[in-house]
């Protein structure tokens, strides 16, 4: 995906006369859109292949400094610690830049949420992706979901056959959250067709069909 010229952080009618960029001049970034073919203007990221050899989470400094060929970032985390590759883009750029590949943010999407909300942080998600491989970034997009009410936005955006990553932290000992989880995985499946899942977590419970799974011990499990 090469970056247009319009789809920079820069260029308005009178920025031209600007001595310094205000802050936060453009918190939702609609000064970078990128190509949609869904409803909801929601980016379309490029299919992706391979299975990284580690994820590196996006705050571990120290160990994306010391990245080996084949990691890839990840953003299995609390949303505050990766929000600013969305409200100052360039600067969560630099950071996946050092390895050069990167899951897509995974901006929590909670059952209590309205949908409206949901909608948003699957943009948001999606909108990171397509603004990191636009700068040369290798780009797996991450899938969430929360009821069967998110299945019409939640895929959206994904090419048909790409390897998606997902994440079964905090699912395990919830009854509610595993069935949710696997209704979700279903309808993932059947909406995006994955040439492969990558697992943040422990391995899926569910069914997961006859889809390839390559399963990464989270943080809490590597201890």
Known sequence: MTLAPEHTL???????????????????????????????????LP?????????LPYNARHAISTAR?????????DDYRF???WSKPERGLSRC?????????????WTTM????????????????????????TVIPTVSWSTPDSYPFAFAGITGGSTVAVSTVGIVRDREARALFAAGYAAMLAAIRPACVLVYGSRPTC??????????????AAR
């Open 69 to 77: 060929p084949g990691d890839a970032v990840h953003f299995f985390l």
């Open 97 to 109: 830049c050092t390895i050069g590949a990167a899951l897509t943010p995974d901006f929590s999407l």
């Open 114 to 137: 309205p949908l409206v909300m949901q909608l948003w942080q699957v943009y948001r998600s999606r909108w990171c992706g397509a603004w990191l491989a636009a700068h040369g970034v």
């Open 83 to 85: 929000e600013t590759v």
């Open 10 to 44: 820069g260029a308005t009618r009178s920025s031209h006369r600007w001595a310094a960029m205000p802050g936060n001049w453009d918190r939702l970034n609609t000064r970078a859109l990128f190509p949609s073919s869904n409803d909801w203007g929601i980016p379309d």
């Open 207 to 220: 069914s997961v069909g006859d889809v390839p799974v390559r399963v990464y011990p989270s943080r809490w």
């Open 47 to 55: 299919a992706a292949a391979g299975e990284p050899a580690r994820l």
